[in-house]
């Protein structure tokens, strides 16, 4: 163990490194051990902590550089607010809640006056401010704002402009059947629609903090080859850009009882939570559970007022509020931009003449959803399962799925978050008319309505982002989500009558794709014998990156979705290129795709033959050359903060290519959209395993501790990653390899 310099420290604690780098925290209680968490934050991940804040602000433009890709994105979430009644929320926090979080921001000052601005600080000549639990509560909102409510507002503006360009109204109804029933396009065709964020943007939003996707779920001692319950997590994010999003610790302190505790796991800088992680009581893993926290409304506006434009209720017209927002630009000229809104949303644009425009509305910006932070920090003391899920439920948001294992061998699953109470006509997946005051929220949905299991018979319980329903019915939803990646987990763990922890490390790198396996009986029924028929029978569904086969099947699904999804009568041939390039981007419209593939008869082949049209997207797959998965899905690791153009490389802050396996619709989720100034990765971000009947973990993640480029932790634990080796988490650092854990390795 390497020890780590501590100078300027208020409270007494000692830290040290282990081989791989993480810092173990030995304190002598709870105070001193969350502000050692602050202190280690800033030491290693200062620009990370607060550029997160200024982008957060929207003022990444103003202090960081006036990119126009910044300056959009500050615009954007200046308009979302996520600031907004911040004080209030820090006002209204338990005094113990509060309390801890005074704790932290104390180490993150205290770190930052001992490490100093880093290079990208000094380069962009950024001076941080202190930081302070109002800053915590607005990284919250960004990690469930920019996560989960931005996807829903894409994906339902996609469909929006699809009903604008006159995509014939039964083709749309059936491909997102039953969630359009009874909806009226025409109001819908009225709309003038904001312009959606560009790649850029939306690439930068992907990078930020936030659980996009994940995989979770546990294991009864009936079902473990230990004895003791078994749990496994991987949040799935951004991946190829370093500093790794995660920063790794282990947490030791006394009680005033004199006992010994610990928590160990993934923390997210600038806050003091654990998202993924263990005490010797209690472990967890989280997935965002895909519900639909966003809705946008049709506003009919007029000009005239005290603020210049007017909205009506009914016949009754009132006057918009007006906020005005300024977007500083480093060494330019700032931007102000109108802001109008009421009680129920946001107008996503200023209006320029007469008409319906849409407002957008976000459960996380009521009043109150400060305490989610109370949800978070309470995890470090909760004695079960069972009472961990009693007290998630209440959790405001982000809206999750949590999976818990303790250590009397109890499992549970439990769905949390301020979800939106509609009218019992109202799907949420388009907008609806805002002056009628019944299409409007009508609170939350009651916490003890959203799903949950304990101790399930099965013997365990697993979420990877699938559908969710309501216990009294209705889903939670929008629209059909996938759950290719549930189903491959549910499958190998019904398998494995006694689980291993090397069982649970191998489901975290599946890459068998119960997606290609479902659809090519249904798809290879239509096409002649022919070489692209006999290799993609043989195949076996692994996106394995050696495998050619993997990329046939990948050619050919996408021909096939241009063929008959395409079409000019349809979606259209350029927008169906740029949906079905962006595979794991744009899951909202594609699983409906996947359900109408599946079809005998549609509208979306009405007067054509559909066997024709998979046969001729045979043929212009079998005419591509043929490449490994890992030539179609390469990408590579670069800084987060430094972009030197060629010299990346030079200075090793551009990686080779790396090969990404698995794919959208594999338990390890990789996919990769490339644009012409970047490349995005969607993969597993983290990588933890552990058994309760132990104190130990088992762990990797994309990158290191710290967020220097020229540090030895740098990118220490990338090549485990790389190659599926875990390497061993425990209280005291010391992992020794013998008989107990290889037993328990299996």
């Known amino acids: 163990m390497e020890s780590i310099t501590i100078r300027k420290a208020r409270y007494s604690f000692t830290a040290q490194r282990d081989e791989a780098g993480v810092p173990h925290v030995k304190a002598e209680d ?160 009225d709309i003038h629609i904001t312009k959606r964020l560009s790649d850029e943007a939306l690439e930068l939003l992907a990078d930020l903090p936030r659980l996009a996707g994940s995989n979770a779920w546990a294991v009864s001692p009936a079902r473990s080859a230990t004895g003791s319950a078994l749990l496994a997590s991987d949040p799935h994010l951004e991946v190829n850009r370093l500093p790794a999003i995660w920063y790794e610790a282990v947490l030791n302190w006394s009680t005033d009882a004199g006992e010994s505790r610990y928590a160990m796991g993934a923390t997210l800088p600038g806050c003091p939570l654990m998202a993924v992680g263990r005490t010797q009581d209690l472990s967890w893993g989280v997935t965002y559970m895909a519900a639909d926290t966003s809705d946008f409304f049709i506003e009919d506006c007029r000009p005239g007022g005290a603020t210049g434009w007017q909205y009506r209720r009914d016949e009754v017209w009132h006057d918009f509020e007006l906020r005005r927002e300024q977007i500083g630009r480093k060494g330019q000229e700032p931007l102000e931009i109108e802001i109008l809104e009421n009680d129920l949303a946001t107008l996503t644009r200023t209006p320029e003449q007469p008409g319906s425009y849409m407002s957008v509305a976000w459960i996380g910006s009521h009043v109150g959803s400060g305490r989610a932070v109370a949800t978070w920090l309470d995890l470090f003391s909760m004695p079960s399962a069972k009472a961990a899920m009693e007290h998630v439920r209440e959790s405001p948001h982000p809206s999750l799925v949590w999976v818990f294992a303790d250590r009397e061998g109890h499992i549970g699953l439990q769905a949390s978050g301020w979800l939106p109470q509609r009218a019992p006509h109202a799907s949420g997946i388009t907008p609806l008319a805002a002056w009628d005051v019944s299409n409007h929220w009508r609170g939350v949905v009651p916490a003890h309505l959203l799903p949950h299991a304990y101790d399930p018979p099965i013997g365990f319980v697993a979420t990877a982002n699938e559908e969710q329903y309501r216990i009294d019915g209705p889903p939670l939803h929008a629209s059909h989500l996938s759950d290719y ?262």
Request: net charge negative; charged share 25%; aromatic share 10%.
């Open 30 to 189: 709870w105070r001193a051990a969350i502000y050692a968490l602050g202190y280690l934050h800033a030491l290693d991940r200062p620009t990370q902590i607060y550029f997160a804040r200024c982008i957060a602000a929207g003022r990444a433009a103003e202090r960081i550089a006036a990119k126009p890709e910044l300056v959009e994105m500050d615009t954007f979430l200046r308009r979302a607010n996520l600031g907004k009644n911040l004080d209030d929320e820090v006002a209204a926090l338990e005094p113990r809640i509060l309390e801890q979080l005074l704790w932290y921001c104390e180490g993150v000052n205290d770190g930052l006056a001992d490490g100093k601005r880093s290079l990208p600080m000094w380069v962009a000549g950024f001076d941080p401010h202190p930081w302070e639990p109002s800053a915590i509560l607005l990284l919250g909102n960004l990690l469930s704002f920019a996560g989960l409510a931005v996807g829903e507002q894409e994906a339902e503006q996609t469909l929006l402009e699809l009903i604008q360009l006159g995509v014939e109204d039964e083709r749309i109804r059936e491909l997102f059947a039953p969630y359009l029933d009874g909806i009226d396009f025409a109001p819908l065709r």
């Open 485 to 746: 990646r549930l189903r491959r987990i549910v499958e190998l763990l019904t398998a494995m009558p006694k689980a291993t922890i090397a069982d649970m490390q191998s489901i975290q790198y599946d890459v068998l794709s119960t997606h290609a396996r479902d659809l090519l009986p249904v798809l290879l029924a239509h096409v002649d014998d022919c070489p692209l028929k006999q290799r993609l029978l043989a195949w076996d569904c692994r996106y394995n990156p050696e495998s050619t086969d993997a990329s046939l099947f990948n050619s050919f699904y996408r021909h096939i979705l241009l063929e008959i999804f395409g079409q000019e009568a349809g979606i259209g041939w350029r927008r169906m290129l740029y949906l079905s390039t962006r595979m794991g981007y744009s899951k909202f419209l594609l699983t409906a795709c996947d359900r109408a593939l599946r079809k005998v008869t549609s509208s979306w082949w009405r007067n054509r033959d559909k066997g024709e049209m998979i046969r001729r997207a045979a043929e212009r797959a079998q005419s591509e050359p043929d490449r490994p998965w890992s030539k179609v899905n390469e990408f590579h690791f670069v800084n987060r903060f430094i972009n030197l153009g060629s010299v990346g490389r030079l200075l090793g802050l551009k990686s080779p290519p790396i090969a990404m396996p698995g794919c959208h619709a594999t338990p390890f989720q990789g996919h990769l959209l490339t644009t012409k100034t970047r490349e995005s990765t969607f993969a597993p971000s983290y990588h933890f395993v552990t058994d309760m009947g132990t104190d130990l973990a088992w762990t990797n993640l994309p990158g290191g501790p710290s967020e220097s480029a020229f540090s030895w932790w740098y990118q220490s634990d990338l090549q485990r990653w790389q190659t599926g080796e875990y390497k061993c988490l425990s209280v005291d650092g010391d992992c020794k390899d013998d008989a107990e854990d290889a037993d328990l390795l299996g």
